[in-house]
């Protein structure tokens, strides 16, 4: 696009970043080391020195074919089967507590005995014609790493050997080490895991365990299948564990299962048998463990000298195309997580752009405080060192070298010092004090930076980010984009000649069931004939539709089959192409499940329009926000339904519709389409896959406020993410009439507790709603909503107006009301805790009368509601002071929560779970001094605070803190937190709880 298409010149820059995948794991080469190390956790003396006497192979020595044969001789298959049943009994005897401590020593020797016992036994049947490689020292067979990838991550987290007591310390045995991801795994964790030939944890060929099946014992594997052959690294399975193996693969933005297996086999491993004619080479393809049994913690599954943990265990293994050997831990779980969400459409087809950093998505960040420098080296085919640019405090030319500045800030952190070498195009970023600098610091200040072009030229450019620590070691990682220069050539504006859009709502009165005439019943039809608006056929009615609200009922709810309740509501938006016959689903909240039902609207001869209720569903232990399907089967019913539709009145628009014509080609999904007069953005669409393409599409875009009488000129404009712009033809219209458009005023917002907080379009003075639970029990029965109230008028004082709210991308509220004040409820747990940025309320006039359709609208509003799901996901907070509840947390220590500025309070709950496995999370940048942790219903002082605290080194430069949330001591149920950035040190434990 050249200078004269970008007719207002106000943004340079014009690149779109195509790469699609975070950065990779970045790892100071120094801190890997070369050999697992087992954890002393849990041991006494005595049991550490029985370990030091056992005689072991010299480090980095290979162990032979051989020699395990030569140790066959001496240990017979039936005494390692005798002995890997004295241990899984010990192992039991201790999980139910029924050993002494050095029963429990024993024990745990024992099994490190029989893991070495299984694996010489894997070997000796192997045969001196395997070709796999060796364990090292120190590893038994089923911890040995069965691929470079897992050896890699193994390195850089080496697995510890002792049984933890919960899956929350084994997550922390795992990740305490003293190892630094600057950086953590993302999309580059592919490559890492070997995912391109044989993946985490799993190789053919290639492992110290046995790639062939047991001769004699086990039948070959069908030629038409193949054969994954599964075992956790904390040990091999237990004869009869509850415990299930599952394969799936990825398909269209999901995983989903091709096989699975409860079996386990005589040597605590599972077979998993994949059909070939269910894969192909280019599958992705993972394996998860998971606990079958009631208490879905895990324990007692594994003979070995860990738990699996209180989660799912995953390890992903790439495309399948030969029989494979997978091992399963926590890193492949951890490392799976994240290339699942970055395999997710969202990820897949998002683009960095200009404007919004270099770097096309966030960047996990684990904790470290001794990054030195950030080196930024730009290279590639088509960089351009007359135009390119990169953008710090200030665009920076990358033509000619810059002498080291300082005193500058980037992304938030100050006191930076930059310099830039023109000969090897690098960029140097570090303090000026000379002090290290932590990874949420590299994380900002890389964020931050944005690349620009001020003309554009197609082509390939690239960079490489390199970390240094204080001690001088250094990893890198790099991301490549490409400039686009494709923008229409121009597009043209029409003003479309038509009369004012309004709405009504239709109340279905009660002719819903045959029986129950308020309700209508699974398998029931209301018959919606007699109520269709005059001149509105069934079809043109479905096809004005835009919401449905309705309550739920009947005998599940309400013991009436003739009753609903106002309490468990259901909004609904029609999607665009609603018609006859669509089905779709309506859902609410019921304590800890969410129950619904399916329906659609038919139509038998043409005229008749029916609603149908067709079946039921629910799903326990689920938030509305959160649902995606129902598993089980149960009738609901549904009343007080109210239809929102659209109509067209007489009146002139005072909110025009242009239509705006473009080449489509030259156009991506993602664009956007503006109306604009002057500088004052009146209304817009994104492009989405329908809109682009064609070399003559057309698209309409509708001012969203009605705009006052009198002349008005309109002009639509083209941009995209990279800063192309086009500005079309100027549009002029006059708005005639004298009619009033709404005021909206004294918007306000409360939670459960009626104490309403004022909404406003302030950074640090946002609406904040914190629903704190009033009892310690209730997570299966948390229905939170939100009530919005607030003045609407401006014309008749017995006008009617249609008030919609919208939050999270959806219409979470609607109804119709009277001039003066109002109050509206959502319904329960509709949106996830979290902070949002687009809250937006409307007013349409509905009255008929030359205000009918008259509109006002606030949008682009901060509001941070903070709730207790039952699962909660990452979050992050805004710039004011937060007030965050933690409980459940979906991914435990991988559940990160970013409280942002401001002073923030985390009140920590088991809020109806005393599994203290499920209370976990990590904080990304708690401050001392400003943030602070609550204990719900406990009062925490000095002198109390070491009964309820337990605070140690989580490395370096974090803290865990084992928080008792009775109070009460050992054995009650805890929350783990770890303090990422938050050096621990015995005297600044009560600095964090505020006293």
């Known amino acids: 696009m050249s200078n004269d298409q970008n007719k207002d010149a106000t943004n340079p820059i014009s690149n779109k970043q195509l790469g699609s995948a975070p950065l990779p794991l970045i790892m100071p080469v120094a801190r890997r080391s070369t050999v697992a190390v087992t954890g002393k956790s849990g041991k006494s003396a005595k049991a550490g020195q029985r370990d030091k006497d056992r005689p072991e192979a010299a480090q980095d020595e290979p162990v032979s074919d051989l020699s395990a044969m030569n140790d066959m001789n001496q240990l017979t298959e039936a005494e390692a089967a005798a002995r890997a049943q004295e241990s899984a009994d010990a192992a039991m005897s201790v999980r139910r507590g029924e050993a002494s401590e050095e029963e429990d020593e024993a024990a745990q020797d024992l099994a490190r005995s029989t893991q070495q016992d299984d694996a ?95 001769a004699g014992s086990t039948p070959a594997v069908p030629s038409n299948t193949w054969n994954l052959t599964v075992t956790p690294a904390a040990g091999s399975f237990m004869a009869g564990a509850s415990v299930r193996a599952i394969a799936q693969k990825w398909v269209g933005g999901q995983w989903q299962d091709i096989t699975s297996t409860t079996t386990v086999d005589r040597f605590g491993r599972m077979s998993l048998k994949v059909d070939k004619t269910q894969v192909t080479a280019q599958d992705m393809v993972r394996v998860v463990i998971r606990d079958t049994g009631s208490s879905a913690d895990h324990r007692d599954e594994v003979a070995g000298p860990l738990t699996l943990g209180s989660t799912d265990m995953v390890a992903i293994i790439g495309n399948v195309t030969s029989d494979q050997q997978v091992t399963v831990n926590p890193l492949t779980t951890l490392a799976a997580g994240r290339i699942g969400q970055d395999l997710s459409a969202a990820n897949i ?123 001088g070691n250094s990893s890198n990682t790099g991301a490549t984009w490409s400039v686009d220069i494709t923008a229409p050539a ?19 009165p009660d002719i819903m069931g045959s029986a129950n005439t308020h309700n209508l019943h699974t398998g029931e039809s209301a018959d919606l004939t007699s109520l269709l608006p005059a001149g509105m056929t069934p079809t043109s009615f479905l096809s004005s539709l835009k919401g449905l609200y309705t309550e739920w009922g009947g005998v599940t709810i309400t013991s009436n089959p003739n009753t609903t309740m106002n309490k468990y509501t259901t909004v609904f938006s029609f999607p665009a192409g609603f018609g006859m016959d669509t089905p779709f689903s ?49 009738s609901y019913d549904i009343g007080n339904v109210r239809l929102l539709y659209q109509v067209t009145t007489d009146n002139p628009n005072s909110l025009p519709t242009i239509n705006v014509s473009y080449d489509g080609t030259k156009a991506s999904a993602g664009d956007v389409i503006s109306l604009y ?26 001012v969203a406020s009605s705009l006052a009488a009198g002349n008005h000129v309109i002009t639509p404009r083209f941009s995209d993410p990279a800063g192309n712009v086009v500005v079309g033809n100027d549009i002029r219209l006059a708005i005639t009439g004298d009619a009033v458009a709404p005021v909206l005023s004294n918007l306000r917002v409360n939670g459960e507790t009626p104490d309403t907080q004022p909404i406003n379009g302030s950074a640090t003075k946002y609406a904040m709603i914190a629903e704190t639970p009033t009892s310690p029990v209730t997570l299966s029965g948390l229905d939170q909503n939100l009530t919005f109230s607030g003045t609407v008028g401006g014309a008749g004082a017995d006008d009617s107006y249609l008030i919609s709210v919208s939050m999270g991308g959806k219409v979470i509220l609607f109804n119709e009301v009277k001039a003066g004040d109002f109050s509206l409820t959502t319904p329960a747990n509709i949106l996830a805790p979290g902070m949002y940025h687009d809250l937006t309320i409307t007013a349409t006039n509905i009255s008929n009368g030359v205000n009918n359709g008259q509109t006002a609208i606030v949008q682009n509003q901060t509001l941070g509601w903070y709730w207790v799901p039952q699962k909660l996901d990452s979050l992050t907070g805004g710039a004011g002071d ?114």
């Open 120 to 214: 010489r036994l894997l070997l000796a049947q192997a045969g001196s014609s395997s070709s796999g490689g060796q364990a090292a020292a120190g590893q038994s067979g089923a911890d040995a790493p069965v691929s470079v990838g897992e050896e890699l991550l193994r390195q850089a987290a080496p697995l510890p050997g002792a049984r933890e007591k919960s899956g929350a310390d084994w997550f922390e045995s795992m990740f305490g080490k003293d190892w630094k991801l600057p950086l953590a795994i993302g999309g580059g964790a592919l490559a890492l895991l070997g995912l391109a030939s044989r993946g985490g944890g799993g190789s053919a060929g290639n492992g110290v365990t046995n790639d062939a099946a047991d």
């Open 349 to 471: 087809e998002a683009k960095a752009v200009a404007g919004d950093g270099l770097f096309a998505h966030d960047i996990a960040v684990w904790p470290t405080n001794d990054i030195s420098s950030i080196g930024i080296r730009l290279d590639g085919p088509q960089l351009d060192l007359q135009k390119d640019k990169l953008v710090l405090d200030v665009p920076l030319s990358l033509n000619a070298s810059l002498a080291t500045v300082s005193g500058k800030s980037i992304g938030g952190v100050n006191g930076l010092s930059y310099g830039y070498d023109a000969s090897t195009h690098v960029l140097t970023i570090s303090k000026s004090s000379g002090a290290a600098m932590s990874g949420l610091d590299a994380r900002a200040i890389v964020k931050a930076i944005q690349y620009q072009n001020a003309t554009p030229s197609a082509g390939d450019r690239s960079a490489t980010i390199t970390l240094t620590d204080v001690a």
């Open 490 to 508: 121009s597009l043209t504006g029409t003003l479309v000649i038509n009369k004012q859009i309004s709405y009504k709502m239709l109340s279905i």
């Open 586 to 634: 309506l859902v609410h909240q019921g304590g800890g499940a969410v129950k619904g039902e399916n329906f659609k609207f038919s139509s038998p001869d043409g005229t008749k329009l029916l609603l149908n209720a067709v079946d039921g569903f629910y799903i326990l232990n689920t938030d509305v926000y959160a649902f995606k399907a129902g598993n089980m089967v149960q």
């Open 677 to 702: 007069e002057g500088d004052k953005l009146l209304g817009s669409r994104i492009l989405g896959t329908t809109d682009v393409g064609s070399t003559s599409a057309t698209l309409d875009v509708t």
């Open 882 to 995: 937060d007030q965050i509840q933690l409980a459940v947390t979906t991914g435990g220590i991988n559940t990160v929560i970013q409280t942002g500025q401001g002073k923030d309070t985390l009140t920590l709950g088991g809020f109806g779970t005393n599994d203290s496995t499920r209370l976990v999370a990590t904080v990304s940048d708690f401050t001392l001094g400003q943030d602070k942790v609550k204990v719900f219903g406990q009062t925490i002082t000095k002198d109390n605070l070491n009964t309820f605290v337990t605070a140690s080194a989580y490395n370096t430069s974090s803290t865990k803190l084992v928080v008792d949330l009775d109070g009460a001591g050992a054995g009650g149920t805890s929350y783990t937190l770890y303090l990422q950035n938050v050096a621990y040190n015995p005297g600044n434990t009560h600095t964090i709880f505020g006293v």
